[in-house]
């Protein structure tokens, strides 16, 4: 089968009205990226733009006052096209896994048309029509199959699949019909009735060579609770460690030199690879409370963000949800801080802005899917706190109170110090928590910009407004900003991108 352009076609929508602006002032407390690591190279090479999670861009977002729309819609089957994640490797091309009922795609996007360059199947998610209309709730739920996938420093990515292989796929644009190539399947000591969800190289494997695999091989997790790492055949193989407690992992892992970091459904650890072994160097519980609107899995929905080579924060499932700052060495609690307790509900399920000291947490209480909005309950919140390098302490810096995150992953441009993320607002709120309501209501989704230094909103740009439509939600998709002042969005049915003009 030719790699080239799929039968899908984008369209463009055009901006219902131009852009509201601010004047704001770019914060001065804005440290430098993270600087790359050796086995991935620099720009946005995962869901979180980094191995540290940092959801902090190199990019500059939309800042215009007319922007343009474009929106790559997938309509080839009911459940189709959600691109949870990009990449855009160091050549600026821009690549997406798109998950389908019936089928899961690598994709290479135009990165201003959106239309499919080059496509490559890969395993499907074994989801069975009648599973995905009566429990849609498990669709979500489950990050297996490649919606963590990353690049390493080769331009090659990295993608769990759902065969529980590690997949190296290189690009190669001299060859259209043939151009991505699967270098390496890589096999997860895994049970059959387990699924992979990440899969990172182990660090101080150094770029190596573009013709082979890293040489320490890649971590990957599981959402059984298990720690492994893969490597090729001819290699001595590691042994697969199981989480205590029948303990779930339902988000990323993190990586730098101090080894890898995973939030369990219980505990927050650090690995080592030691002599061919898997060491934990820690393991930390932390309140799992009670499932929570919206939580996607059993206790913290948070990524773990490494600031630097000196902290780990992760939210705990509080009933009040505590940032909690710990030592990446150790494991030692330095602080932690109660955030949302104004709110109807306290939660976080993406990752935190992490940036030099400072970190950016979003209330995601309350958000389902796009299937049950008629459920939702809405909540708002993003704060930012700052860590005082002597005491280790976490202070408030702002309190944004009115700020409805919703479900996008927030990012920070470190180019002109603005935080987006998707939001959606009722213009007519349903009267009743009933699809029936909800087909009367109105709403409005539109990209939003915050101040770093100040927490105000300073940008705005309407996206969508009136009946309620699935197409329009982004169904816990990630945003990522690209080159040229762009924001692109995933979408329950597709991917959107939105730049200034």
């Not at 080239?4 to 001065?28: D, H």
């Not at 074994?126 to 489950?142: C, G, H, K, Q, Y």
């Amino acid at each position: 089968m030719s790699q080239e352009i799929l039968k899908i076609q984008p369209k463009e929508i055009k901006p219902p009205s131009v852009a509201r602006l601010l004047p704001y002032t770019k914060s001065p407390d804005l440290a430098p990226p993270n600087p790359p690591l050796e086995e991935i190279g620099p720009g946005t090479r995962s869901m979180h733009e980094d191995l540290y999670a940092s959801d902090a861009s190199v990019w500059a977002g939309p800042y215009g006052r007319n922007s343009e729309i474009v929106y790559f819609q997938n309509t080839t089957s009911k459940f189709a096209g959600i691109c949870p994640s990009f990449i855009i490797d160091q050549e600026e091309r821009l690549l997406t896994i798109s998950f389908s009922r019936r089928s899961t795609t690598l994709l290479r996007l135009h990165p201003y048309t959106m239309k499919p360059l080059y496509a490559l199947n890969l395993p499907p998610r074994s989801v069975r029509i009648w599973e995905a209309l009566t429990n849609v709730d498990a669709i979500f739920a489950s990050t297996s199959g490649g919606s963590y996938f990353v690049m390493d420093a080769h331009d090659r990515a990295i993608i769990p699949t759902a065969k529980n292989e590690i997949w190296i796929v290189s690009q190669h644009p001299e060859n259209a019909s043939r151009y991505f190539k699967i270098d390496f399947k890589l096999k997860a000591d895994l049970p059959k009735d387990d699924l992979m969800t990440s899969a990172i190289p182990v660090i101080g494997s150094g770029r190596g060579s573009s013709k082979k695999p890293a040489s320490l091989g890649y971590w990957f997790v599981s959402e059984g609770g298990r720690v492994g790492v893969a490597r090729p055949d001819g290699q001595t193989k590691v042994k697969t460690i199981k989480l205590p407690n029948n303990e779930e992992i339902g988000n990323s892992c993190v990586t730098n030199k101090n080894g890898l970091f995973v939030i369990s459904s219980g505990a927050l650890y650090r690995f080592e690879l030691s002599n061919g072994k898997i060491m934990t160097r820690f393991r930390v519980p932390y309140e799992r409370g009670e499932a929570k609107l919206g939580q996607l899995s059993p206790g913290s929905g948070t990524t773990p963000t490494l600031l630097g080579e000196r902290y780990v924060a992760i939210g705990d499932n509080a009933k009040v949800m505590k940032v909690k700052l710990h030592c990446q060495t150790m494991g030692k609690l330095f602080d932690e801080y109660p955030v949302f307790a104004d709110q109807a509900g306290s939660a976080c399920e993406n990752s935190f802005i992490g940036n030099g000291n400072s970190l950016i947490v979003s209330n995601t209480y309350g958000y389902l899917n796009p299937f049950k909005m008629h459920l939702l309950e809405k909540t708002a919140g993003l704060i930012r706190l700052d860590v005082d390098p002597k005491t280790h302490k976490l202070k408030e810096v702002w309190y944004a109170k009115n700020v409805d995150v919703m479900s996008s992953t927030s990012k920070l441009s470190l180019e002109n110090g603005l935080i987006y993320f998707y939001s959606m607002k009722w213009v007519r709120k349903p009267e009743a928590k009933t699809k029936a309501a909800l087909s009367r209501a109105d709403w409005r989704w539109s990209l939003l910009g915050i101040d770093f230094a100040t927490g105000r909103q300073v940008y705005e740009q309407l996206i969508f407004k009136g009946k309620p439509e699935e197409s329009h939600d982004n169904g816990w998709a990630v945003m990522t900003l690209g080159p040229n002042n762009t924001a692109y969005i995933g979408m329950w049915r597709g991917a959107m991108r939105v730049a200034s003009i």
